[in-house]
Each structure stands twice: as C-alpha cells, then as structure tokens.
C-alpha cells in the first residue's frame, strides 16, 4: 500500500450520499471511489471483485477496512498456507497445532506448554524501541489468552552490518525495546539468538517467542458459542494507532515508508502486566466462554475469528468501545492497532464478576456486543449500521494464492582441501570468536531480566537451550531459537532441515527431550518465483526433519514482502523449539568442567561450504552448506540425551557455527577452564577439522571416557576422544595453544565497541 | 515466622521472594493486594521487587502514595520489620521510611548481572547469618538502583552503622568497577535506625538454591527466620 | 542564552506514563483530573546571542535529538 491509507481519513472518504442513509444498512462508498481506494489498502482487484460478490454491493468504509485486513498477507496467509499444510502438526502429545493464538503441548504432570513466536520486523525498523516493545507485547497476549502464565521470552534477532546506516541505533533501540516490556512485565528473557548481515541492512528482523504455563485441561480458545452471550472488552483504550499496521507489513518497504512512522504503537508494559493478572485471575473462574487477543489488525480480526471460528455472528455497538481520543469513527476504531487489549466472551450473568476483576486491576471493561445466531458481523455505531458482512466467505472465499516458484540451483560441494588456510589455526580462532556472529552476547543479557520468577535453572549462554523450572515441580522446560540463514539462502531446503534439527539438538544437549516447534517464516516478496520457491523449499526440508525428530510445528507465523528496494532478506525460517525434562536437576550445561576426557559425537568431513571460516576468515560466501542426516542426527541425539540422563556426561555443547574448535572454545570462555586437544584422526586438511560445519555432531565432557566409547559403538553412533580438560588453555597436539583469557577478552570486546562502551 | 508480601500492580518479584521465605519457613507468606489492609500480628511485611505502575513519573513514587502503606508506616512506628527489595526498596525510600534517593543507573543502561556485597553490618534481624565483611553474590536487575544521599545523610548513614551492604569484587574490596551502578560511596542497601526496615537493590531471593546457581543469598532469609522463630 | 525544549508526547500518541499518573492522582482523591500528559523540559545554555538564531538552532537540535518526533512534538522558549 501507499501513505494515504496511514493517514485520517478525510472527508472525501466518506460516504458520498447522507440524504439516503437508513439505519438498516451500511452506507455504500461510491464506486470509483471504493475501487481506489480498496487499491489503496493493498486489495487487488480480482479480491476487490470478490468482496463485491460476497456483500452484494459496494462497500462501506468500514467494511473495506475489515476485507482489506482480514485479507492481508499478514491475516490470511494467503501466499504461504498452501505451503504451510505440507508441516507435520500432530503428535500424542500435541493438544492444540497452529489455527489458535498459540500451540499446546502436554509436558506431564497434567500441564502444558503454550508457546508461539511471532515477527514485528517492520515496526522495529520503523520506530526500534516501540517495535520491539510491542512485538514482545502482542506474544505475550498471545500465549497469556490461552489460559498460560508466561514464563520465558527468547528472541531471534536479525540485524544488517553492524556499521550500515542507522543500524547502530536499530540494534540499541531493539534491545532496550524488549529489554523495557520484558523486565516489566516480569517475564524473564532467557534466551535467542542474533545474527549479522548486510542482506537485512534496510529490514531487521525482530521475531519474539513467549512459552507459558498451563494446565492441560483449561485451554482457553478463540471459538465462541451461545447466542445472546455478553462480547466483553478488556485493557486500556482505543486510540488511533497503527491504523493498517496489518496491511503495512505486508507491503514491501519503500523509500517512503519514513512516511508510515504516525502507524507505530507504543507499548505500555505496565498496562500488559496489569492485563496478564486480571486476566489469569478471571481464567480462574468459570466466567470466560471465549477470549483473543487485539493483536493485528485489532477488532476486527478478534471479532470475526471468535465468532467465526464458533459458527456464530457478532454484533458490535461501538459506541461502548473505550476511547482514548475524540470523534474516532467506525473505520478507525475497527482498525485500531492500539496495545493490550483484550476481546472476550462471557458466560451470561458474569459481567459483574469480570468486571470487578478488571477494575481491581485498574483496566478498562466495557460490554460492546453480543452473539448472534446470523452468521454475520454488524458493527453499529452512533445509531448506524457501519457494516454487516457474512463471516463465513470472509473466510472462505479469503484469498490463497499458489504462485509461482523457481528452485535455488544447487551450490557446487566445496572439498575440505578447496580453500586453504589464510593464518593458523589459533589465530583463525581468535578471530572467529570475535566475529558479531560468533561474539558474546553479555552486552545484550546484561539488559534483560533473565531470572524474574527466580525459576532460571541455566540462564543465557550457561547451556545450549534455557531451562526454566516450573513452579512447585521437579519438571523443566528446554527452549531455543535457531536459524542458519547463510545455509538456507544456499539450499534452502537442507537449511529449512538444518534449522529444525539445530533446534532439536540445542535441546537434546541439556538433556531435555524436544517435544514441538513453532516456526517464524521470514522472507522477502511471495510474488517473485525465487523468492515463494525458498518458502517451498524451505518448508520441504523443516517437513522431512519435524517427521524425522518426532517434532511437531503446533505454531507459527509469517512474515513476507521483507525488502527493501526490491533486495530480499536472506530466508530466515527462524526455529522455537521447546523440549521437557522430567527433573530440572538432571539438566547440563556447556561449560567445561576440570579433569575431563572430552567426546565428540558424529561424523567429521570438515565441511566448509558456507561455514563462518569460509566467510569471515576466508573472505568467501561459496558452496553448498553442510547436509543434514536426519537418520544420524536422531541417532547421535538420542543416544546423547540418554548418556546424560544416566548421569554420565558432566557439559555438552553442540558444534554449530564455527565448528569443533569453536564450540571447544566456547565451552573453555564458559568456565575459563582450558583444554590439551589430541591431533585429529582425519584425512582432511586440520583447518578443515577444526572449522568445518558438519551438522549432528556434540562434544560431551565425561569422567568415563571408555564407558562412553563402548556405549557409542554398540550403539552405532560414530565417537572419538578428542582431549582432555585442564589449564588455562587449549593446547593443540603439538603444543601450540591459545590462553582462554585471550579468546575470553577478544570474544567479549566486540559488541561493547560496536555499540560504543560497555553496557 | 508471619511474613507478608505487599503486592502493588506491577510488582512483579512477589513470587521469587515467596520461594525463598518458603524455603526458610515451609509455608507460603501471605501475599497481599495493595487495597488490602495490613492484617495485625504480622513479624515481617515486604515489599518485592518489579515495576510498581510500571516506574513511571519516579520508580516507587505513585506506591509509595497506595492506600496500603498508610498501615505500613503505622507497622514501621510501632516498630515492625520491613524488607525492601529492588523497587521496593525505592518505595520505602519514596515513602520517608529510608533516606536518600535511587537515580538512574550511571551507565544509563538498565543491568541484568551478578554482583558482590560485603555485609558491612551484621547481627541485625536481616544479616544475623553473616559475619561482618563476608561477602555474597547476588543477581541485580534494575534501571534505577544508583543510591544518592548528600554527604550529611551519607556521614550520618556511616556513622551510626547503617549501611548493611556495599558493592564490591568477589574478595570484598570496595571498587569502582564492582559499583555497576554508580551508588554514592558504594552502597547497595541500608537500615533505619532501629534496625528494623532494610532495603537493597540486588535480589538475594533469587539465589537461595543450588538448582537456580547457588545459595548465597539464603543467610538473609535464615537470619530474618531465626528472629521470628517463636512465631 | 538560555533556551527551555519542552517535549511531549504527541496528540493521540499514547501516553503510558500520564495514563498511569492520572490513576494514581484519582487513588489520591484528587477529582476532576480530566487527562494527564507527561513529556520533559530541557534545558539549554546557549553561546548564540542572537534570539532568532537562538531558537532556530535549538529547534534543529530538538528535532535531530531531543524529540523523537514519530511519537513526540517540542517547542522552545527563551529565557
């Protein structure tokens, strides 16, 4: 869409003949002037067209606002859902898979896990601290409307060159945007990632993940049933804020898009806070029949999907709505983006006790509705009728679109031996730590509460996934986010496989068993082929590895149209894995322990193709990134897991980017406790060992080392001894080595001095 | 020991500091709305840590006003004990119950990290577990935890042994890098005269077990359990 | 010369921190508080002698940094 639709309407908008209006029926827009402005709001015409013969007629305003979100990229997934089907989305453990505000998995003892993970790239390129705040905002509702105490937040950040224009601000606005709505709100934020590259210069990514606490048997859901039943608004007003927000992040980025900023929300953490406990204290009651959250495109889509979704219509009067600002119209109020907010309904003849609830918490409530057995939704305002569509088409007359896709061709296999070594060893290592890619991450956990609820058994960087406790039981939740979008832009179907199973393997590596995962699909502009034919891809290869892993996508969401100026970000299907372990105690982490004999698990080709070596020591983007064995990663991870379950492994930590000497070195920074590493058993050149990408391996630290080697043997899982842990170093074979205190000190300077002084 | 924990919209370290009493007593304390009023008999009232109306105007500024800590004040003259943690620390110092005041942190930035403190004054109901000078971890998470005081309150806070605890490095040696914060003279928490109201800025309550990294903050929750053990 | 930037958040623009205040001024008993707005002043010591010019730079300044003018409006005053 273009700046018109961000802005007021004025008066031309407007319905052109008064004289006629009825209170029965919506006034129709003229004509020429829907069409435009139906063009305006980012409708195609063949979609227009479809509108028209749904309602019969031209139009109202407010109905071409409704059609225009409900229609939107970011509310239909109307380019992505024939791909999205192909997900595997059901395991005995599943209780609700993607289509409600979140998926459920049973963890045991009777509870589940509620998590999704969502974007608000646009938003926080726009306005980075309010983006960031209301991305964490509207997850967090997003879980908390299913009846779950949120108990973690992750973050899965993408950022372009560290010293691209504005970037630096953007990083710093980020960051203190989730820092700032997730202290407050009192959820810890326990893990992420970050990644950096010039292909999100002019669009970062911002993806947020909540995980929360329920019990298994009160699941709250959108879909709401009994006609004559109260519609219940919640939370703080209504203002004019981020009108066509849903349609403007689907809209691919323009240099005018400076002229959207007006469409930005501000968060208000503390409202959210407030919102969580009375709602969660209501939950407890019997009075809630059906609750969703206003996130996009606002009333609009919370009406339609809980009256759809329950085979009812709606009415909405609302002249009752909370408003924050004067004379706001139909149009607006519809569309408002404003923050945390809640739609409900209720039970009849429980208003009084939901709104003592919401008014000992100080928020609004306000009945603006009931249920109807019409099957439609009215909205009236100030004694007229401002639209009355049939919620059924708007459904399932919504768009789909299988448009056309083009393969990635394959890269070219880069032999180990096919780029040598520009320095040593110890030096390519020094400097891979200090890479923004591969540096520590303290400048930015030491913003964010990872311990509130004082549940955090393994906080950020302390193992491969976050475990947080849950409250009066033994039992621990596992969480990651992972992405390698380098891989996924080479082949994107092995790099949508490789996302998943990294997932399954940070988790595996605290010992926790992965159960499910919600997806984030960041990608660029659907309607070129190559871009839908990454989607395609990708979505093929994280298919194969959910099958596989036994795990499940029960949540997801997409972001397309990430461009700017017709260049796409690189695909970035961003992973949230959550696993379970029984008792919190049995988790590991990676840092490495003194005296221990060091194993790592999995097959070594020294694979370079797209591996960090090859980019940031070598200087090249080349070759076909590492392949993943689903049969080998399912058998190296289980066996892992079960070792460390048997008590027999004292730190894990998977080889990820950077390889094996990397993830040594990462285990080493951990505790500051070195290693002597014996000469690698291998054919391949040495840089190519120790910096190779190959996926499904893990380096354990165990007191038994033989134990360990005969277990792998006999249970066909390739392992080797690869040194043994002591000292301040590590020390290769023939007795060159590299202080931990080094690799500690260039590992933590390099974001402190991009950001410009330490935190 | 009867101990309650007031909870105003937006506190949010009520549950952390519920675990750690927990631990020290074996039943849960009474968690109270700030409408509520102060029951009678109570040994211990706390104020936890978060972001009471989420810290806007000045953190603890608008809870220090709620209509809760009338009794409170009426608790801390008739001599009651009271903790105050983080934000509730701020809110004892913005009700008049502690001098002085909590600016933004020097760094600007809000901290999310561990820090060190050396018990400076021990055999209070708070710190009876310590020896003077022993020196314990804790996680600290605030924006706004910088103590100011002018040298007058600062003079009479150290010369009539108030400070309960200042920041230092690991081997107890006041430092200007172990004051993450920037506090004047290095303090993170201090008493009221009568040893009875103590406030902090570091959390204590989240590191009371091995599982969650360690237990280096348990001393003030055995010390504050050994007072009231009658109760 | 001595230029005041007075920042508020804008009309329409939510306002979290007047929201929350304006609460707790009705929790005190003070009625009749219609709205509350909270924004900041900022104080400025200017080299610059020439009023007109004055208030010119510190504009520029208010709308380079001390406003962030998606969400906030300004306006300077000489003292």
Redesign the interface.
Known sequence: MTGPAAKPLDSAARPVDMAHMTAAAPVSLDPARAAQLAAEFGLKPDEYERCLAILGRTPSLTELGVFSVMWSEHCSYKSSRVWLKELPTKAPWVIQGPGENAGVIAIGDGLAAVFKMESHNHPSW??PY?GAATGVGGILRDVFTMGARPIANLNALRFGAPDAPRMKQVIDGVVRGIGGYGNCVGVPTVGGEVNFHPAYNGNPLVNAMTVGIAKADRIFTAAATGVGNPVVYVG?KT???GIHGATMSSAEFSADSEEK??T?????P??EKLLIEACLELMATDAIVAIQDMGAAGLTSSGVEMAGKGGMGVELVLDNVPQ??EGMTAYEMMLSE??ERMLMVLKPGREALAEAIFTKW?LDFAVIGHLTDTGRIVIRHKGQVEADIPLAPLESEAPLYRRPTEETPKQPVLAPGAVANPTTIEDALLRLVATPDLCSRRWIWDQYDSLVNGLTVKRPGGADAAIVKIEDHDRALAMTTDCTPRYVVADPEEGGKQAVAEAWRNITATGALPLAITDNMNFGNPEKPRIMGQFAASVRGMAAACKALDFPVVSGNVSLYNETEGRAILPTPAIGGVGVIDDAADAIGLGMPHGADLILIGETEGWLGQSLWLRDIAGREEGAPPPVDLAAERRNGDFVRARILAGEVLACHDCADGGLLVTIAEMAMATGIGATLAAPATKAPEHAFWFGEDQGRYVLAVSDPAGILAEAEAAGVPAARIGRSGGGALVMADGRSISVAALREANEATLPALMGGKA | MKAAIVVFPGTNRERDMRIALKRVTGRDPLMLFHREELPKGLDLVVLAGGFS??D??RCGA?AA???IMKDIKDFATKGGHILGVCNGFQILIEAGLLPGGLLRNASLRFLSMDCHMRVERAGTAFTSRWQKGAVFRAPMAHGDGNYFADDATLDRLEGEDLVAFRYTDENGTVTEAANRNGSARNIAGILSPNLRICGLMPHPEDLVDPLMGGTDGLPMFESLADTFVSA | MKARVYVMPKA??????G???S??LE??GFAGVNDVR?GKVIELDLAETDPAKAKSAAEDMARKLLA?T??ESFRVELA
């Open positions: 726009i306005e309010n703080s203002g004019r804020d900023r007006p930005v929300q501000i968060g208000d503390f409202a924050r600002e404003s923050q100080e | 109306y989420g806007y105007l608008m006003q709620s209509p | 329409g623009v939510l306002d979290p921190q929201k929350a205040i609460h707790a929790g005190l909270a962030n998606v969400i």
